[in-house]
């Protein structure tokens, strides 16, 4: 009976497969950094490491521990370690970004009207060496400085790795570059403040070979920035034989336009949604 | 004999059908846009954004099961689509696969540019996750991941332009 049991037992012990060996992982590791996996005891088998931007697969033999390169683990995010013999274990760990090291910055837009509340936002997201999102918080610091030597600056913590402000453009028309700094790195866009809408749009009339010429003073903003060439305004004429409309574009800081007049005419003015005054003539001379 | 070849082309036919019919569904997603700061969520853009992450999700189950990076092209850009095709580029090498059932997500969105490009959305997503080394499964286990996401406009849809996992956001269920 003795000897059945103990063969029984043996048995036993030898359908049992061997217990495979845990792994243990650090829970936190910053990307990019090397590291190690313990096992409880020696272990052979192979060996997965599986990231967001990982799939890794070696053989291992009687090791205590795996040496995971910080190669393999330049992207942030969850990971996950299993070693496969007879049968599989496994862990989980997460990788962190690194240290801010890079920005990524959204100015818009790349043109803005002069002296408008709000016109211009700019967002910067905080990364690491790896393009990883820094999710903890980093100060970035945001600085405006104008063609015309005027600068200011702004610090801004990052809020799940996103620091934005919005920016009230200048008076006066002039290119602006933008930047936002962490750390050592300074990313930069300009952004060009252009005149804004017309302002006391004014006309005045002569006669030219028997034709009525029109044309305005030099349109400026209400901050008195020149409205940029090539802007349309349009001259509307209403006369006995009824109403027309001539757009022209703005020529060297003046829009001007021909007209034939037939009695009395009245002419008005306007450059988007800016009415300029109005003109009463008598008939072609 | 035409009996059993009759039954075998059924059965091929509903195997190809389900295979075409899981390939094509894509998952279930809550949107939820009423916290975005500091622009508020647009109509049209609360329809378009959880419509096209579902794509995205169901092109990249595909793409990450079945080793095919291209199937990345159409929903993914910037650093999300490069990090998913290294990781598909070495699954290929290695031999293996990774397959998800996606149980869906529920999208939280954090911040709205105020000009309207650029999205940070909090995903908790309920997935299934099956490591496979050619046809033999090495790994079996269900997940709720919170995700971090960066959402941009395209030319006529949202692309995932970065996608995160957060820390301690991944558990078994």
């Keep these: 009976m003795r000897t059945v049991i103990t063969w029984l037992l043996c048995s036993l012990v030898t359908a049992m497969p061997a217990a495979a060996a845990e792994l243990h992982a650090p829970k936190d590791i ?7 996996i313990t096992l409880d005891g020696s272990s052979q088998g192979t060996f997965y490491l599986i990231g967001p931007a990982t799939a890794k697969k070696h053989a291992v033999e009687n090791a205590s521990e795996i040496s995971v390169p910080g190669t393999d683990i330049e992207k942030a995010g969850n990971y996950q ?4 013999s007879s049968e599989c274990v496994s862990t989980d760990f997460y990788v962190h970004a690194a240290e801010p090291d890079r920005l990524s910055l959204l100015v818009h837009p790349s043109r803005v009207p ?4 709000n016109a211009i936002s700019a967002v910067a997201i905080a990364l690491d060496r790896f393009h990883n999102m820094v999710f903890s918080r980093a100060d970035v610091n945001f600085s405006v400085n104008s063609n015309n030597g005027s600068s200011a600056s702004h610090a801004q913590p990052t ?3 996103i620091a934005w402000i919005r920016l009230t453009s200048a008076a006066k028309a002039s290119s602006t570059k933008i930047s936002a700094s962490v750390g050592e790195t300074t990313e930069t866009r300009v952004v060009e403040q252009v005149a804004s809408e017309a302002c006391h749009l004014h006309i005045k009339s002569s006669w030219q070979a028997n034709r ?3 044309e305005t003073d030099p349109v400026r903003d209400c901050s008195g920035n020149n409205v940029p060439d090539g802007t349309v305004v349009s001259f ?3 006369d006995a034989s ?3 409309t001539v757009d022209a574009p703005i020529k060297k800081g003046i829009a001007k336009a021909e007209m034939p007049v037939v009695g009395h005419a009245r002419i008005s003015v306007a450059s988007g949604v800016v009415l300029g005054n109005e003109l009463n003539v008598g008939g072609a001379r | 004999m035409k009996r059993s070849l009759r039954l075998l ?10 295979r075409y019919s899981s390939a094509q569904s894509s998952p279930a997603v809550e949107f939820n846009g009423a916290n975005s700061s500091p622009r508020a969520v647009e109509d049209l853009t609360s329809q378009s954004v959880p419509r096209d992450y579902a794509f995205a999700w169901q092109n990249m189950t595909q793409a990450l099961d079945e080793n095919r990076p291209e199937l990345l092209d159409a929903y993914f850009t910037g650093f999300a689509k490069s990090s998913l095709e290294q990781r598909i580029k070495e699954q290929a090498q290695a031999g293996l696969h990774v397959r998800y059932t996606d149980h869906g997500h529920k999208l939280n969105v954090l911040f709205y540019s105020p000009n309207g490009d650029l999205m940070q959305i909090e995903d908790d997503a309920q997935l299934e996750m099956q490591i496979l080394d050619g046809s033999k499964v090495i790994q079996s286990q269900p997940l709720r991941v919170r995700y971090m996401v960066l959402m941009t406009p395209g030319a006529d849809r949202w692309m995932v332009r970065d996608l995160e996992s957060t820390p301690a956001s991944r558990s078994g269920e």
């Design chain 1, 30 to 36: 910053a990307a990019g950094t090397d590291f190690s």
């Design chain 1, 81 to 84: 370690a299993i070693l496969c």
């Design chain 1, 114 to 117: 002069v002296a408008t509340t």
């Design chain 1, 159 to 161: 809020n799940r790795g």
């Design chain 1, 212 to 214: 009525l010429v029109v």
């Design chain 1, 236 to 238: 509307t004429k209403t």
């Design chain 1, 242 to 244: 009824g109403k027309t």
């Design chain 2, 9 to 18: 082309a059924a059965v091929a036919v509903l195997f190809v059908a389900s």
